[in-house]
């Protein structure tokens, strides 16, 4: 039974007719017509149409071959294909990309944003508050140089800080080997040029004189924008070591 005779029988058990079902999905009494005759083309998109305004499976319209299996013209097969893909690039997107303000960036959303991007600063809307941007440090740079805080990254939440300024006088407060260590992570990650992942520890006095020790997972990223080179910072902390702060004596 040809996808025509099958449609044809669909209307007919369920007594409508050609104008009703093309009214009701929304495609040209003609269009549908003419798409019903014998050697007709119906593209895979009405189709669908179709199976969901009858609420049959698609699987109702596989035509059958010599041999009695399922087949589908080459053009439908294709068309599904694309949609297919399509669909599944977009649920990647949502899933691993676009971050609600109730859930969290995670690493593994982070990654993949990098990786999707190929180290470019592009579609970075919903990763932008999670992460904080630097300029790449020199070899004879003795503190990094923060560009742009994210309002929820971990160092704005943990810190209470607003801007790349006070970033710069939270790590002017640090000490000299902090300062050197970090230094040295971000040349690392530019001269991989990928993502770099560490757990470093922190034991260090802030400006206001209270104290941070603990341990988190961090990852810096080099990212191309415009023609320069920038790093990009994103932490968080380990449920198992949370950064307990407790006032200097």
């Not at 004879?140 to 990254?153: A, F, H, K, L, Y």
């Not at 993502?195 to 603990?214: A, F, Q, W």
């Amino acid at each position: 039974m040809s996808l025509q005779t099958k449609i044809r029988t669909l209307i007919k058990s369920h007594k409508s007719s050609i104008p009703k079902l093309a009214a009701a999905i929304g495609v040209p009494e003609q269009t549908l017509m003419y798409s019903l005759r014998a050697g007709g083309k119906i593209p895979f998109e009405t189709v669908v149409k179709i199976a969901r305004e009858y609420r049959v499976p698609l699987e109702t319209f596989a035509e059958e071959g010599p041999e009695k299996e399922a087949t589908v013209e080459y053009e439908t097969l294709q068309y599904a294909s694309e949609i297919l893909d399509l669909a599944l690039r977009k649920a990647n997107k949502q899933l691993f990309v676009r971050q609600s303000e109730e859930v969290p960036l995670n690493l593994e959303s982070f990654l993949w944003w990098w990786e999707s991007n190929s180290g470019r600063l592009e579609n970075f809307d919903s990763v932008k508050p999670y992460v904080d941007f630097f300029e790449p440090p020199s070899n004879d740079s003795n503190i990094i140089q923060p560009v742009e805080v994210g309002r929820r990254s971990l160092a704005a939440v943990y810190f209470k800080l607003q801007s790349a300024e006070e970033l710069s006088h939270t790590l002017d407060g640090f000490s000299a080997p902090l300062n050197r260590d970090l230094v040295s992570a971000h040349l690392t990650a530019l001269d991989r040029n990928e993502p770099v992942i560490t757990y470093p520890t922190l034991d260090e006095s802030l400006p206001d004189g209270t104290r941070v020790s603990g341990k988190y997972r961090r990852v810096l990223a080099p990212l191309t924008h415009d023609g320069r080179t920038i790093i990009v910072n994103f932490s968080q902390q380990i449920p198992d070591h949370p950064l307990p702060l407790s006032a200097s004596g």
